[in-house]
């Protein structure tokens, strides 16, 4: 046993962990966080948020330099050099987990590499690579284990034509041909990237819908846009196995209750995540969780046995970076005897693709579900100034708003740069917003927060400019 007590142990340096540790540090809490990969930052930094947006990027630009460059009057010859595409990335995922690093050296908070069991309440065992094993006594222990990717029965990865999310954001050349299954974040978002590098790509989703957990208009115009840029959708699709031949993938497909073969370079299964726990000794500690493997916790983050404590994509919620930190702020702080809270009805939630989609609140279909009456503005990019001298025609910007009292209920954003836009709707939304309170906000023009204002305005069936 280490002779250093903590006040506080946290297991796992996601976004979750790292931003916990941080305000646990500045709060005066000795903490240390245990990892067991040679980075910090978890799942988002290494293999997630970060690597995918940063190759969303780069595809952008190479897709905008051969298909919309030559509209502004800019004539292009464009050749895609991969290697460096993908090396680019890895750089910013290396300044990125370096920068947790320096955060953890700057509040003094003390890294702990090797893998973390809890061996009793109190405390953590650190086993390294090397196998050697130490344990250190913690007050309080704080589980932000994150998740891992799901499987389907009968699909192996084989990690090169086989893969899931981390694979694919490292293929060695784009292949002729994907098959994503799946049309959540990860197929949409990935899938994105290859068609825009070349690859014919397929997504097989077995619900009716892209996206099926968000609002299903919305949902219907990112499908629409994407389309354009030859991706294929099938709903009603799965797949039953997969098996590589030689260069090739030979999956079984269902849809619609028939079954047959069909081959790819590449198939990616990006079916949701699963609550990652392996190595924690939570069973033999006997902490609860739900049926999907979740570790239950109370208001406060605390699970059932005392003393230790849960966060992140390993509890319930949306498995989001930003879900994870504010639990991490709100669990320490409570720990703290702070009043730290998470507003669940207020997280944004995006799909990074080009138009992106971005969500915040209820939905169209949420609101009738619950037998809310609602009144709904919407306003096209088409009729916004700035879109128009940037080129961007798709998407609209929809208000949902409490048809009796005006409050802000939902916003959806199809169109460019949705996911910034949508910062402003999830703010008005904390602060309790009524959708005329947004209309009645100036906003610079020419820009694409204009889009929202007349969407507010909308609300109220005064929209300027349409
Ligand atoms: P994680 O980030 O999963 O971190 C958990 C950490 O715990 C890992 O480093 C793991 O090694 C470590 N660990 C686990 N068990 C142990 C143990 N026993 N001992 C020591 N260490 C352990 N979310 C967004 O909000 N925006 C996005 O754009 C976005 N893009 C994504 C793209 C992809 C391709 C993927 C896969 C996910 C994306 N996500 C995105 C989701 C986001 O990455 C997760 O919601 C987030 O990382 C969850 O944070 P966390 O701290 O709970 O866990
Ligand atoms: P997801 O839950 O977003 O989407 C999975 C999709 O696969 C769903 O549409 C589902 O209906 C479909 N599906 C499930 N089983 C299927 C089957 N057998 N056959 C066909 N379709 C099937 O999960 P995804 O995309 O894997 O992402 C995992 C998590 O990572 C998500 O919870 C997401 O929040 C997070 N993430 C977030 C991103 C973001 O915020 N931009 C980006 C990428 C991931």
């Given at each position: 046993m280490s002779d250093d007590a903590f006040d506080l142990i946290v297991i796992g340096s996601g976004p979750g962990g790292y931003v916990a540790a941080i305000r646990a540090a500045q709060l005066g809490m000795k903490t240390a966080v245990v990892e067991k990969y040679p980075t910090l930052g978890g799942t988002c930094l290494n293999v997630g948020c970060i690597p995918s947006k940063a190759l969303l990027d780069s595809s952008e630009h190479f897709a905008f330099a051969r298909h919309g460059i030559a509209a502004h009057g800019v004539r292009a010859t464009v050749e895609l050099d991969l290697p460096t595409m993908l090396a680019r990335k890895d750089r910013v995922v290396q300044e990125l987990t370096r920068g947790v690093e320096g955060l953890f050296r700057k509040n003094k908070v003390t890294r702990l590499t090797g893998t973390g069991r809890i061996a009793a309440p109190g405390v953590v065992q650190v086993t390294g690579a090397d196998g050697a094993t130490e344990a250190h006594r913690a007050a309080r222990i704080l589980i932000a284990t994150g998740s891992k990717p799901a499987r389907l029965p009968g699909i192996a990865y084989d990690d090169r034509r086989i893969v899931h999310s981390t694979h694919a954001l490292a293929l060695p050349a784009v292949p002729e041909t994907m098959i994503v299954i799946g049309a959540g974040a990860i197929g949409l978002e990935l899938g994105s990237v290859?068609?825009?590098?070349?690859?014919?790509?397929?997504?097989?989703?077995?619900?009716?819908?892209?996206?099926?957990?968000?609002?299903?208009?919305?949902?219907?115009?990112?499908?629409?846009?994407?389309?354009?840029?030859?991706?294929?959708?099938?709903?009603?699709?799965?797949?039953?196995?997969?098996?590589?031949?030689?260069?090739?993938?030979?999956?079984?497909?269902?849809?619609?209750?028939?079954?047959?073969?069909?081959?790819?370079?590449?198939?990616?299964?990006?079916?949701?995540?699963?609550?990652?726990?392996?190595?924690?000794?939570?069973?033999?500690?006997?902490?609860?969780?739900?049926?999907?493997?979740?570790?239950?916790?109370?208001?406060?983050?605390?699970?059932?046995?005392?003393?230790?404590?849960?966060?992140?994509?390993?509890?319930?919620?949306?498995?989001?970076?930003?879900?994870?930190?504010?639990?991490?702020?709100?669990?320490?702080?409570?720990?703290?005897?702070?009043?730290?809270?998470?507003?669940?009805?207020?997280?944004?939630?995006?799909?990074?693709?080009?138009?992106?989609?971005?969500?915040?609140?209820?939905?169209?279909?949420?609101?009738?579900?619950?037998?809310?009456?609602?009144?709904?503005?919407?306003?096209?990019?088409?009729?916004?100034g700035r879109a128009k001298a940037m080129g961007e025609r798709d998407g609209q910007v929809k208000i949902i708003a409490d048809a009796a009292t005006d409050r802000v209920l939902g916003a959806h954003i199809v169109g460019p740069r949705a996911s910034d836009l949508i910062a402003e709707l999830a703010t008005a939304m904390e602060l309790g917003a009524s959708a005329e309170d947004i209309a009645r906000s100036v906003h610079a023009h020419p820009t694409l927060p204009e889009a929202v204002k007349e969407a507010a305005l909308a609300v109220g069936k005064r929209a300027i400019h349409i």
């Open positions: 290859w068609a825009r590098l070349g690859a014919k790509v397929a997504v097989l989703e077995f619900q009716d819908r892209a996206v099926p957990g968000m609002d299903r208009k919305s949902g219907a115009l990112l499908q629409r846009a994407l389309e354009k840029q030859g991706l294929a959708f099938r709903f009603g699709a799965s797949a039953r196995g997969a098996r590589v031949e030689g260069d090739r993938v030979r999956v079984t497909v269902v849809e619609k209750d028939a079954e047959r073969e069909e081959t790819c370079d590449v198939l990616l299964v990006a079916v949701g995540r699963r609550p990652y726990t392996d190595g924690l000794g939570a069973r033999e500690l006997g902490l609860a969780t739900d049926a999907k493997g979740r570790i239950e916790v109370d208001a406060s983050f605390a699970t059932s046995v005392p003393g230790i404590f849960a966060i992140g994509d390993v509890i319930a919620g949306p498995m989001l970076a930003h879900k994870a930190e504010e639990e991490g702020i709100a669990a320490v702080e409570r720990m703290a005897g702070m009043a730290g809270h998470v507003a669940y009805a207020c997280i944004p939630n995006v799909v990074y693709t080009w138009p992106e989609l971005a969500s915040v609140g209820l939905s169209e279909e949420d609101a009738a579900a619950k037998g809310i009456v609602v009144a709904i503005g919407t306003f096209p990019f088409l009729a916004n």
